[in-house]
């Protein structure tokens, strides 16, 4: 199975703050890696797909990047209702795996 | 809109079935490959299984292989996870998903939560 490491665990932004989760994979996905955002007590919600393209209705100051191995999101300015858990997860093979997820909470 | 309906959880003894529904709106079921994501308590998320649009194909994560069934009815909109020989470690909430190829999943139910205690 293609392991995804995230980081970090957890990490505290303030309000307007840029901030980046990293996911590495054990081997090379082609850019079929997608991100999540979970809410408390909410089910998770699709923020990114193929890398870098933005899911219908996402906010602008979310991005993916990366290539290969490497792929980050970005969140550019932090606002209240971006707290939360994010998770990274491939498509590339089966089985998908995910992340094991970066909590963000405001500083 | 789209929307995914779970229902079925419930407490159950180690060793016993139960069967998961979900029901779908708001788009063309038949269209779409669906699959189960599970998440334990204060745990990350983790595949379960998946079903083609046909229901001629379906995936399983290893733990679960021979123990849990995915299906589907077209006609009904509704997607079902049967799990046998159900395990403590099966104790999680479990999401219906739909599936965007290659395997992304793009929707999600609100969750039935399913707890395995004796």
């Known amino acids: 199975d293609i392991q995804m490491t995230q980081s970090p665990a957890s990490l505290s932004a303030s309000l307007g703050e840029t901030v980046s989760i990293e996911c590495l994979a054990s081997e090379g996905i082609s850019n079929d890696l997608a991100w999540y955002q979970q809410k408390s007590g909410k089910s998770p919600q699709l923020l990114i797909y193929a890398a870098s393209r933005l899911q219908d209705g996402v906010p602008s100051r979310f991005s993916g990047s990366g290539s290969g191995t490497r792929y980050s999101l970005k969140i550019s300015g932090m606002q209240p209702e971006d707290e939360a858990d994010y998770f990274c997860?491939?498509?590339?093979?089966?089985?998908?795996?995910f992340g094991s997820g970066t909590k963000l909470e405001i500083k | 809109e789209v929307q995914l309906v779970e229902s079925g959880g419930v407490l159950v003894q180690p060793g016993r079935s139960m069967k998961l529904s979900c029901a779908a709106s708001g788009f063309t079921f038949s269209s779409f490959p669906m699959a189960w994501v599970r998440q334990a308590p204060t745990k990350g998320l983790e595949w379960v299984a998946t079903?083609?649009?046909?229901?001629?194909?379906?995936y399983y994560r290893d733990s679960v292989k021979g123990r849990f069934t995915i299906s589907r009815d077209n006609a009904k909109s509704t997607l079902y996870l049967q799990m046998d020989s159900l395990r403590s470690e099966d104790t999680a909430t479990y999401y219906c998903?739909?599936?965007?190829?290659?395997?992304?999943?793009?929707?999600w139910g609100q969750g039935a939560s399913v707890t395995v205690s004796s």
């Open positions: 079903i083609s649009t046909s229901g001629g194909s379906t």
């Open positions: 998903t739909r599936i965007l190829l290659p395997h992304v999943m793009d929707a």
């Open positions: 997860q491939q498509s590339y093979k089966y089985p998908p795996t």
